[in-house]
């Protein structure tokens, strides 16, 4: 791999390779320029990338190869964004956009978005960039096709709207000028400005020139080795290709107990989801919430000696890096459970329906409130303490949480207070109904 250029909507591929012979990547997004850096690219280009619905690129993404000593290119979309970002740290930007945003001219995110067709059609962009709003209307002024003020009305106008409504005929009916509008729109295919793709287009030139000539050296700065960069590099380190003949034989044993294959299946989507919500909201694990995941780890696989925690590392085929990541991936569920907690109870009675349960429960509920309401909680009270050996010792078999108040909130009630009325209400229902556990 010599040159690698993540390119979507801004240029074609046939037009990248008019002027570049390069790999050629879809828009860049978390962990891809990590990636590119490992197969050791000559150098690495940024044009295009996800700004929203997929966690963007890490500037220390790009820090890492420039410390490695490749260059990184910026230009037209999320490049120039990040080179503005970046330039201090040796990144490399071009073009007008990088220049806007490194100057503060412009500053927000959506004046490159774009709305986008699928891989499959080329990504296809089915909006207009707002930075090619600014200039198609600025060279619309130089000729005399509208007035000055009039372009200050249809710029507003562009900016009010969310990057995906940006098309021409919706920021002239929105306008309210006097622009002549049929004059305007046919005068745009031949008068406006590809703001991006131009850029795009004078930062190939400057890759083509530097490997022609083969002799820059970026600036370097050392990335942090921090958590969650650790954690971001163990993540696509670990990546299991679909080939890997040792992942397939594994899972293909799991097919055989169709069941267990099932359940396992469903928890590993349902982890995914979470981890996608957890890098869609930036709400990645600290250190102590990852000392928090490994206790419950270590208490729950019964490994409470470094000895053992080694010694299930290596049997699970997983190194001190990946264990980390592991623990980080079981927190992202947590996160989004605190983040859906609104829409959680909902979720849990469809689920309580589809499994058959939902009647029995419904009726117990209800036998329970209306014993409940005819008991004095003063004076007929359980000790709370009676009711909380009862529920975990008798009922559960097991011993009380040192930690109370964290168990409260991982059952989604307000705190320990809350938790021990259910914990006293259940201990009284059961003993005038007489249920077992008593």
């Given amino acids: 791999m010599t040159v690698v250029v993540f390119v979507g909507p801004t240029l074609r591929p046939e037009a990248v390779q008019e002027?570049?012979?390069?790999?050629?990547?879809?828009?860049?997004?978390?962990?891809?320029?990590?990636?590119?850096?490992?197969?050791?690219?000559?150098?690495?280009?940024?044009?295009?990338?996800?700004?929203?619905?997929?966690?963007?690129?890490?500037?220390?993404?790009?820090?890492?190869?420039?410390?490695?000593?490749?260059?990184?290119?910026?230009?037209?979309?999320?490049?120039?964004?990040?080179?503005?970002?970046?330039?201090?740290?040796?990144?490399?930007?071009?073009?007008?956009?990088?220049?806007?945003?490194?100057?503060?001219?412009?500053?927000?995110?959506?004046?490159?978005?774009?709305?986008?067709?699928?891989?499959?059609?080329?990504?296809?962009?089915?909006?207009?960039?707002?930075?090619?709003?600014?200039?198609?209307?600025?060279?619309?002024v130089k000729a005399k096709v509208v007035s000055e003020d009039e372009a200050q009305i249809l710029l507003g106008a562009a900016k009010a709207l969310h990057y995906r409504d940006r098309v021409w005929d919706k920021v002239i009916s929105v306008a309210k000028t006097d622009t002549d509008s049929a004059t305007f729109l046919n005068w745009l295919p031949g008068g406006q400005v590809d703001a991006k793709g131009d850029d795009a287009r004078e930062m190939l030139a400057q890759m083509a020139r530097y490997?022609?000539?083969?002799?820059?050296?970026?600036?370097?700065?050392?990335?942090?080795?921090?958590?969650?960069?650790?954690?971001?590099?163990?993540?696509?380190?670990?990546?299991?290709?679909?080939?890997?003949?040792?992942?397939?034989?594994?899972?293909?044993?799991?097919?055989?107990?169709?069941?267990?294959?099932?359940?396992?299946?469903?928890?590993?989507a349902l982890h995914l989801l979470a981890r996608d919500e957890a890098y869609r909201i930036n709400h990645l694990p600290d250190r102590d919430t990852l000392r928090r995941q490994m206790t419950l780890h270590r208490r729950a696989a019964r490994l409470p000696r470094h000895s053992d925690l080694m010694e299930w590392l290596q049997d699970n085929d997983l190194t001190l890096a990946q264990y980390e990541a592991l623990l980080a991936d079981c927190s992202y569920k947590d996160t989004a459970i605190t983040a859906r907690a609104d829409e959680l109870d909902v979720a849990l009675l469809a689920q309580l329906r589809h499994d058959g349960r939902y009647g029995a429960l419904r009726d117990r509920a209800r036998r329970k409130a209306s014993r409940m309401a005819g008991l004095d909680r003063v004076n007929g009270s359980a000790n709370r303490m009676q009711s909380l050996l009862w529920y975990f010792e008798t009922r559960l078999d097991q011993a009380v949480p040192d930690d109370l108040e964290s168990h409260a909130i991982a059952l989604g009630l307000d705190g320990r207070e809350a938790f021990l009325d259910l914990i006293e209400a259940e201990y009284m229902f059961c003993r005038t109904e007489g249920e077992p556990g008593q």
């Fill in 19 to 140: 002027q570049l012979d390069a790999t050629i990547l879809p828009p860049v997004q978390q962990g891809d320029v990590y990636r590119a850096v490992r197969d050791r690219p000559q150098a690495i280009g940024i044009i295009d990338g996800y700004f929203d619905g997929v966690p963007s690129v890490w500037h220390k993404e790009i820090l890492w190869a420039l410390e490695q000593g490749i260059p990184v290119f910026g230009s037209a979309s999320m490049g120039a964004l990040r080179a503005a970002e970046l330039a201090d740290f040796g990144m490399i930007g071009v073009g007008r956009v990088f220049e806007d945003y490194l100057s503060g001219a412009i500053a927000d995110d959506d004046e490159v978005a774009v709305l986008h067709g699928p891989a499959e059609l080329g990504f296809i962009p089915l909006s207009e960039p707002m930075v090619s709003i600014r200039a198609t209307l600025s060279a619309a």
């Fill in 211 to 268: 490997l022609e000539a083969g002799s820059y050296a970026p600036e370097s700065t050392r990335v942090e080795r921090t958590l969650v960069w650790r954690e971001l590099r163990t993540r696509v380190d670990s990546e299991t290709a679909p080939h890997d003949p040792d992942a397939r034989a594994l899972v293909d044993e799991l097919r055989l107990d169709p069941a267990l294959y099932v359940q396992l299946r469903d928890r590993a």
